[in-house]
């Protein structure tokens, strides 16, 4: 059967015809939608884990358990995973084990350029990069039978362009796989010291037998057409090198990044007038072939270390031609910065910590959108769960009275995620730091998916709910208070609370995500132009549902979601419902 898929929809469909039993995951662009797609398959358990190193831990050990697993995450949530990553390549698997890891060249939405072959080479793990859908499902049905054939966790590599692209791909049928016995085997599955040092020597063994395996594997494809110029490329860069060079040239298409074909690449080398490599940010690929011993190829010297490729800078560095370009100059398109959303529960939350000049440390999520005009309220942002910790840091760094002025915000599912052990650290050093946590009721920025503190799982079922109150008493935190974000006086009076005692503290800004289908849209709010001073105030929310028109103010009623937030600030009582005008 044939269809369109987007490349995380043929990840999923890969997994399934490969017989995987075990899925899991946690949400991140853009990998997310891998594990939404494999939920809709009854026969494999599907899961959102509350971190990725967890989810990694459960794969290995339905693997240990003896079922296909497959285990996907963002290229950062492998930096988080990387723990388990590089012993379960000494420990080796049961059943077949596949990490799928989408990288996010241009930081679409990550807050790095991460080049995850990288983790290839490190871990000692042979990794597939698939530059369409089709080769989705079958460089995961291909990374089964590796796992297995080799006895190592495999690594499937992809980016944003493949994950979230469309082409035609054909279906296959469910391979039905049984479960394989548990083995009892403390040599290969416990590293200790004395068990890690021979299965290193086994690791060696298996990226020797690996490397031959690259040169004969037909997803690592010469393609000779005019030999005059040779490129070797991977993945979606690929794409673009076909879409700008058409059949002009000759192809080394490597779906194998690692271990690469020493043999195919030193042949097609040979073969070819001048090289040149084209890929997505590290230079991988380039330094491998350099220290092959094979001189004159051209790659970073003509290509970006920064941000994605396309088939415009590819003809432009290849053949010196620009591509047609558009009528429209930068100038002509208009501007759409990100901004939180109409009624978001952590505006009033910003406004507030703005007016009261606080320090805020940041967190990942859609409240990371604080830091933008007009609101301006966060300070720093650098990955999971890092404002907890480092808020304690700050403390410690400055002393208490700086300490009055800063406070960590995160959001629910960041705090499951990472941010619980950064509490527990402020409780057990004796720290007094402020730490604000955003609860949602949902992972809101990857697109609404369940996590430990909504009571769902990925599939809808009603399961254990993470009690934040309780939770964080139980950490230490003798002072936790929850209060509704949308109250913004209230809120305003806990936050002087809390952050002028000596002891640690939790607030709980609890409020559902606007977008929440259980969310109840109330009537629109509307400006009333005689009341209205056009003092502005209601502008520095930065509400998207609010329009300056120059000698006014006016409500888009087709957005507005009557949070009633600009009308607590109003201090003419200019702006109210309908049924109150």
């Excluded at 796992?147 to 944003?160: F, H, N, Q, R």
């Excluded at 990100?338 to 409240?367: E, N, T």
Aim: glycine letters at 8%; proline letters at 6%.
């Amino acid at each position: 059967m044939k269809k369109l898929m987007i490349g995380n929809e043929a990840i999923a469909r890969g997994a399934y015809e490969a017989g995987a039993k075990v899925a899991t995951a946690y949400p991140g662009t853009p990998s997310t939608e891998i594990t939404e797609y494999i939920s809709k398959y009854d026969e494999i358990y599907s899961e959102w884990s509350p971190n990725e190193k967890v989810a990694l831990e459960v794969a290995i050990g339905a693997s240990f358990g003896g079922v296909r697993t497959i285990c996907a995450m963002k290229h950062v949530g492998l930096n988080v995973a990387a723990d388990p990553l590089f012993t379960c390549s000494y420990t080796g698997v049961n059943a077949g084990l596949v990490i799928v890891v989408a990288d996010d060249p241009g930081m679409h939405s990550s807050q790095n350029e991460q080049d995850s072959r990288n983790y290839a080479k490190a871990a000692k793990l042979p990794m597939l990069e698939p530059s369409d859908s089709q080769e989705c499902i079958d460089f995961v049905k291909m990374a089964f039978e590796i796992s297995e054939g080799y006895d190592t966790p495999v690594i499937v590599k992809l980016s944003t362009r493949v994950s979230h692209s469309q082409s035609i791909v054909e279906t296959g049928p469910r391979n039905e796989k049984e479960i394989k016995p548990f083995v009892d085997d403390f040599m290969k599955y416990v590293m200790m010291p004395a068990m890690g040092r021979k299965r290193h020597v086994v690791v060696e063994e298996r990226m020797e037998k690996l490397s031959a395996y690259s040169d004969e594997v037909q997803i690592n494809d010469i393609q000779y057409n005019d030999c005059s110029i040779g490129v070797i490329t991977d993945g979606i860069a690929y794409q673009y090198c076909r879409e700008a060079l058409s059949e002009s040239v000759s192809y080394l298409k490597l779906g194998m990044v690692y271990p690469l074909p020493k043999e195919k690449i030193a042949s097609f080398a040979s073969k070819v007038d001048k090289l040149y490599i084209v890929e997505e940010l590290d230079p991988f690929i380039e330094e491998a072939i350099a220290v092959m011993g094979i001189k004159g190829a051209v790659g970073k010297a003509l290509f970006p270390l920064c941000g994605e490729l396309s088939s415009s800078i590819v003809r432009e560095k290849i053949l010196g031609t620009s591509s047609l370009k558009s009528s429209l100059t930068p100038s002509d398109i208009p501007v759409r910065p990100p901004v939180l959303c109409p009624g978001c529960p952590h505006r009033g939350v910003f406004y507030i910590l703005k007016k009261l000049k606080m320090k805020v440390i940041g967190d990942i999520g859609c409240y990371t959108l604080g830091a933008l005009p007009p609101l301006e309220s966060m300070d720093t942002c650098v990955c999971m769960g890092a404002s907890v910790s480092m808020t304690h840091g700050i403390e410690k760094a400055r002393g208490r009275e700086f300490a009055r002025k800063v406070v960590a915000v995160i959001g629910d599912s960041t705090f499951a995620h990472s941010g619980i052990t950064g509490l527990v650290d402020i409780a057990y050093n004796k720290g007094v730091s402020t730490v604000i946590i955003l609860d949602n009721s949902i992972t809101g920025m990857t697109g609404h998916q369940e996590n430990p503190t909504t009571g769902k799982t990925i599939k809808g079922e009603p399961t254990a709910c993470l009690d934040l109150e309780k939770l964080c008493e139980a950490l230490g935190i003798k002072r936790v208070r929850t209060c509704d974000p949308y109250e913004t006086k209230e809120f305003e009076k806990i936050v002087r609370e809390e952050t002028g005692i000596e002891a640690p503290s939790v607030i709980i800004a609890k409020r559902p995500c606007a977008l929440l289908k259980t969310t109840v849209i109330k009537k629109p709010y509307n400006v009333d132009p005689e009341k209205c001073k056009y003092c502005k105030l209601c502008l520095k929310i930065g509400c998207p549902s609010i329009v300056d028109k120059g000698d006014g103010v006016v409500i888009n009623t087709a957005l507005c979601i009557g949070c009633g937030l600009c009308a607590s600030l109003c201090p003419f009582k200019a702006i109210s419902q309908e049924d109150d005008q």
